[in-house]
């Protein structure tokens, strides 16, 4: 499907889902866009993308929906709210949801959406704003094989690094995980760096940090690093 003929609509333009709007308008694909502060439009409308005055405007004519929101919450009111996507969402065209999202918000979106007849990938995406605006996203994609591949040229505009992951529930699942290998020892190492330490007759120099690394069969390995004396953490590839 060639990009100029390909519509696709944006809804959620926070601080990851700006940058991955402008992506597309980069990559060529008509865009319309929508969001619940509409100032944060603007920008967008001013390089070309097409303004929305609700979510299902947004969806009119789209073949692809991308939607980019906070929590579940979100994304159920933009589905199913009395002008929610799924009102102008037209037969046969494809909603990727990027938000992180629990799987059983994606099991109720992609069934009742099967229901119209119009089809449902979730695509949490991780790592930076940065990586956003390059283009650069790690993009973990649940769905039927089918529309993970129809999808793929326009994940390809905001990820480098696209994984199919399997059926409905498990790219929200996988994200979940990846959060949890991440964060959770990290939030530990903190805790034990906090501890007061015993004085020590050593003369060697303690090391300021402490190293995490993470990595499945499927995803790139990424490490923490724990700064004890700024508490801060720093994940790079």
């Known amino acids: 499907m060639a990009k100029k003929r390909t519509k696709v609509g944006f809804v959620g333009l926070g601080l990851m889902g700006a940058p991955m709007a402008e992506c597309l308008l980069k990559a060529g694909y008509p865009l319309t866009v929508w969001n619940r502060t509409p100032e944060k439009v603007d920008p967008l ?3 070309g993308a097409k303004k929305a005055a609700s979510p299902e405007a947004a969806a009119k004519g789209a073949d692809f929906v991308i939607v980019m929101v906070a929590d579940d919450a979100a ?5 199913f709210s009395d002008e929610g996507l799924s009102r ?18 994606s099991w109720r979106a992609a069934t009742a959406l099967r229901s119209l007849k119009v089809h449902y990938l979730e695509a949490p995406v991780m790592w930076s704003v940065s990586a956003a605006q ?19 040229p326009v ?9 199919y992951v399997g059926e409905v529930g498990k790219g929200a699942t996988m994200r979940i995980a ?5 964060a ?14 015993r004085p020590s007759t050593s003369t060697r120099t303690p090391n300021p940090s402490v190293v995490f690394c993470a990595s ?8 923490v690093w724990l700064s004890r004396r700024a508490s801060m953490v720093r994940i790079s590839p």
């Not at 994304?75 to 589905?79: A, E, G």
């Open 88 to 105: 102008g969402m037209k037969r046969s065209s494809l909603l990727i949801n990027c938000s992180t999202t629990s799987p059983a918000m």
């Open 155 to 163: 994940l390809e505009a905001l990820g480098e690094d696209i994984h």
């Open 75 to 79: 994304l159920d009111n933009v589905l």
């Open 216 to 223: 499945s069969s499927t995803l790139p390995s990424r490490t």
């Open 184 to 197: 959770a020892p990290a939030a530990l190492m903190l805790r034990l760096a906090a501890k007061p330490q």
């Open 178 to 182: 990846c959060s949890v290998i991440i």
């Open 45 to 47: 409308a001013a390089a």
């Open 134 to 152: 390059e283009g650069k996203l790690q993009v973990l994609v649940g769905g039927s094989r089918d529309d993970f591949e129809r999808a793929k």
